[in-house]
């Protein structure tokens, strides 16, 4: 079950246009006040028994309810389930899968996944229609679903034969999965007029692609009117220019279809604020405001009450919102001349179409022309102006001017032209900055000209400028001031902006592959950017081979003018050709479908041709014969085959025989088993059940099934458990095979009667048990090191360390457990020590000087030294049964010997000894 997209609001104003005052006659509201899981099938109102008619309807199809668990909450209105207005409404069968969802009834929500294909139209009983002419069809309803494969139709019966009327189209999706009711109007045919044997349906069929989008359809309100059309007519006016902020009034008019009793307003996008809402019968007038800047549509709906057609759509007004503008004015030129006669002009920015101004000499005002003429200025005097805006989006609405002061002009200043380069480039502009000795402030006008005269100055009249020329060429650039005419020059050299170009050898590349050839033209040197997959970022020629979709941008330059190109560049992934059948069993003559998966395919090629509807096309339609094998050939980039095949069995379709195979009939517990369908005569969906396994149910073919428990007390006895399997045509036949299967019980295996650990001196062994196990006949132990029989029950074991012992218990059908025990081995150590004398005479009695306690030595240096310091007797071994005696081979004399013992016991114990030990002889 999936949820549908909402759309614009606005559209929805716009599907509408036309109303209806209607007289009704036959009304149904599907009022049983049931709350849930009421079968509409057994559903009668006061109009009489509402009954249906089925096409091939699955076994998990969706059925028909009328109750609130889907609520009919109006036009305009979220359903908001549950509520307390049943609606006849499609939903997913409580008494199938749908129970997985929802216990009871799921409202109008549906199942669209394998195995719940869905044909069923609900029919109103007999209406009379004596004595009404025009007959108009209305109801409300929510529909999702997919057009084409998920959808309602409404039909129309005229007392012999029915007909369809429409697909209402789908309405707007709120909340989780519920839907905002709309209105669907339908003209009956003139069929319709005083016939008293008329009856209404509404048919919901969906597919089981698994792809659906709920809500499915609810219905509610159904009305027959006997009417003629009204066309109303609504029009809105307003203004179609706003600033940010700033409150439109819009008035929407009926001119036809009046009285209308709701008005409804909209402005896309979202963000505008509406206020001062006033109703009336034929207009209604509204306040919008907006509070950023941008473009947006207003429109109106309008509904004259007639119970019969949808909200009226208005026209629309398209409004400009524009950004609040800061006004500001300078004036010049500077510097006006003491004692002369000088005219001052202001330059507005947002003065809109007629700023005012107040002009002050030395702070106080003086006239408020759009100039200020003056010949009364003395030296020193300070000049400014304050202007105010007229613009409709100014704020603040007044700005002060920039402050000149009057100079003494009987000194005619010399001009100089600076510039931060004399080089530039066509159409690029060139900042140029004119001053004058002894003072710029002298100058009372500024003159930019050039040479060739084809060049623009941003302002010739001012001391500021940008150059910019259309042409390359030299160019004298001449500043003239006055007073004087005094005169400088300086040649700008401007250089043509080269027309740079990209070729790639291919606008398409195929990922992992060797990439396109970029070549650029038309200037000196290149640089290429993004740096992605390039194999280089500057020069003429670069190789391209980029991991996505991308735009490549070179920028050329020649004399220090650049212009830029640019090539799109397509990363395709390399995929197969993978033709696909929607069923490959399909009745002699019917027909089904073929989809070829091949991405940037350029033309495609069917053989044989026999039952094609094409043999050029990417989704040929097949009719089936005999069996037929399909070979798709498709050219193209990026493929890893250019073909591939399907074959179409065409089947005799019968009812169908289920049959299947175990790959075994008896496992242990934990074990799985594959199940072969062996069943005749093409079926074309498989429900399998499965007691006890896991999963316990599939629609696979072949499915494969896990066993994690066996019982005694199982459905079928001593560990069987049944798998059944339904199998069902193109027809809807059926047929269904029960079999069994034994999970045998598996042995239990016990160490020592479920002994978790036993505890032995080191040294010394321990006997391990295993005859406690049940249902076992064979035993297998680990580690098995130093063990006399493996696979023995009862075994003798006398490790050196603490050790794990694992024993595996098989029954006779190889079914196994495992059991562990730790043997805890306890080293029990006393005093190092050496013995002060020793007898090496042969009588096995004191014959050796050697360390004692050398069980829990774990590393050890023993030394015997003469009394002369020669060492006698060397060893490593904690394990060495010492020195005899002898040096070199030869008996040493009786006396006293000096020992050493340097140890590390098996708890980290250290031990250093130093002593005397006497060989007696």
């Known amino acids: 079950m999936q949820k549908l997209k909402n759309y614009a609001f606005l559209s929805i104003l716009l599907l509408f246009g036309f109303g209806l005052n209607a007289q009704v006659f036959w009304t149904e509201d599907f009022s049983n006040a049931c709350p849930n899981n009421c079968p509409a099938l057994g559903y009668a109102g006061a109009n009489g028994a509402w009954t249906a008619t089925d096409g091939f309807n699955d076994t998990d199809a969706n059925v028909w309810m009328v109750s609130y668990a889907e609520n009919g909450a109006g036009v305009g209105a979220c359903s908001n389930s549950p509520g307390s207005n049943p609606t006849l409404h499609i939903t997913a069968d409580p008494a199938g899968l749908g129970g997985l969802f929802c216990v009871d009834d799921c409202g109008a929500s549906y199942l669209s996944f394998t195995g719940s294909i869905t044909d069923r139209r609900m029919e109103s009983p007999v209406i009379n229609c004596t004595g009404e002419t025009s007959i108009t069809l209305k109801f409300t309803y929510i529909l999702g679903g997919v057009p084409g494969a998920d959808f309602l139709t409404v039909w129309y019966n005229d007392g012999a034969t ?90 929407a008019t009926a001119t036809a279809g009046a009285p209308i009793n709701t008005w409804t307003w909209s402005a896309l996008p979202a963000g505008g604020s509406a206020t001062g809402q006033a109703n009336g019968t034929t207009t209604c007038t509204i306040n919008y405001s907006f509070p950023t800047a941008g473009t947006y549509t207003i429109g109106c709906l309008a509904d004259n009450g007639s119970g019969a057609a949808p909200p009226i759509g208005s026209n629309t007004i398209v409004v400009t919102v524009s950004a609040n503008q800061v006004p500001a004015v300078s004036i010049g030129p500077a510097g006006p001349c003491a004692a002369q006669s000088v005219t001052i002009t202001p330059v507005p920015t947002n003065g809109g179409a007629a700023p005012t101004y107040q002009w002050f000499v030395n702070g106080t005002p003086n006239s408020t022309g759009a100039t200020f003429t003056t010949s009364t200025l003395a030296v020193g005097d300070l000049v400014t102006c304050t202007m105010t805006s007229n613009s409709a989006c100014a704020s603040p609405t007044t700005a002060n001017s920039n402050t000149l002061t009057a100079v003494n002009c009987s000194v005619n200043p010399t001009p100089s032209i600076t510039s931060a380069t004399l080089n530039g480039c066509v159409n690029q502009p060139i900042s140029l900055s004119g001053s004058a000795s002894p003072s710029s402030g002298a100058v009372s006008t500024w003159a930019w000209t050039s040479s060739p005269a084809t060049a623009t100055f941003s302002a010739p009249a001012g001391q500021n400028t940008t150059f910019t020329a259309a042409t390359p060429g030299s160019y004298t650039v001449t500043l003239t001031v006055t007073p004087g005419n005094a005169q400088t020059t300086t040649t700008l050299t401007i250089s043509a902006t080269p027309t740079v170009g990209v070729t790639p050898s291919a606008d398409t590349v195929c990922l992992g592959g060797t990439g396109t050839t970029l070549i650029a033209s038309g200037a000196s040197t290149y640089s290429w950017t993004p740096a992605t997959g390039l194999s280089a970022t500057t020069g003429t020629v670069v190789n391209a081979n980029p991991t996505s979709n991308t735009t490549y941008i070179v920028t050329g330059t020649t004399n220090g003018c650049s212009s830029t190109a640019s090539s799109q560049i397509t990363a395709l992934v390399v995929s197969p050709v993978v033709a696909t059948a929607l069923s490959n069993y399909v009745c002699l003559g019917s027909t089904t479908s073929i989809t070829t998966s091949a991405p940037a395919a350029l033309s495609y090629s069917w053989t044989p041709s026999t039952g094609l509807s094409c043999t050029n096309c990417g989704n040929p339609i097949v009719t089936a014969s005999d069996t037929t094998i399909y070979t798709v050939t498709v050219t193209g980039q990026c493929f890893s085959n250019t073909s591939d095949t399907v074959i179409i069995y065409g089947v005799v ?105 036993t505890t032995i001196e080191l ?135 000096v020992f050493y013992v340097d140890a590390v016991l098996s708890d980290n114990t250290t031990v250093s000894q130093k002593g005397n030990i006497t060989l007696v002889r």
């Open 162 to 251: 029915w007909s369809t009327l429409g697909t209402p189209g789908q309405t707007v999706v709120c909340g989780t999965d519920n839907g905002i009711y709309a209105v669907y109007t339908v003209t009956l045919p003139a069929s319709a007029d005083n016939n008293p044997n008329v009856r209404i349906g509404f048919q919901w069929v969906n597919d089981d692609s698994g792809t659906g989008a709920d809500p499915s359809v609810a219905i509610d309100d159904i009305t027959l009117s006997s009417t003629a059309v009204v066309n109303p007519v609504i029009n809105i006016t307003g203004p179609t220019t706003l600033c940010i902020g700033q409150a439109g009034t819009y008035t």
């Open 763 to 897: 040294g010394t062994s321990t006997t391990l048990n295993a005859t406690y196990s049940s249902g076992a006949l064979y035993y297998s132990w680990i580690p098995s090191v130093g063990m006399e029989c493996p696979s023995c029950s009862v075994i003798e074991v006398s490790p050196q360390q603490n050790t794990v012992y694992v024993v595996k218990a098989t029954n006779g059908f190889g079914c196994y457990d495992y059991d562990t025990i730790l043997v805890r081995v306890e080293k029990i150590c006393g005093d190092v020590f050496v013995p002060t004398a020793f007898s090496p005479n042969g009588d096995n009695i004191n014959d050796h000087a050697l360390v004692k306690n050398n069980n829990c030595i774990r590393s050890l240096v023993f030394s015997i030294f003469d009394r002369w310091g020669e060492k006698v007797f060397y060893t490593e071994d904690p394990k060495s049964i010492g020195w005899d005696g002898t040096y070199k081979g030869k008996a040493m004399d009786a006396g006293v010997f």
């Open 653 to 757: 379709c019968g009812p169908p025989v289920a049959g299947f195979v175990p790959s075994d009939t008896v496992i242990c517990r934990y074990s799985c088993i594959t199940y072969t369908d062996t069943s005749k005569f093409a079926p074309l969906q498989y429900q399998w059940y499965f007691q006890g396994g896991v999963p316990d149910s599939s629609h696979e073919q072949n499915p494969t099934v896990c066993y994690p428990v066996e019982s005694a007390n199982s459905p079928a006895g001593n560990g069987m458990y049944y798998v059944t399997l339904i199998v069902t045509n193109l027809q809807g036949d059926k047929d269904t095979m029960i079999d069994s299967i034994k999970v045998d019980i598996s042995p239990i295996a016990n160490i020592n009667n479920n002994q978790t650990y």
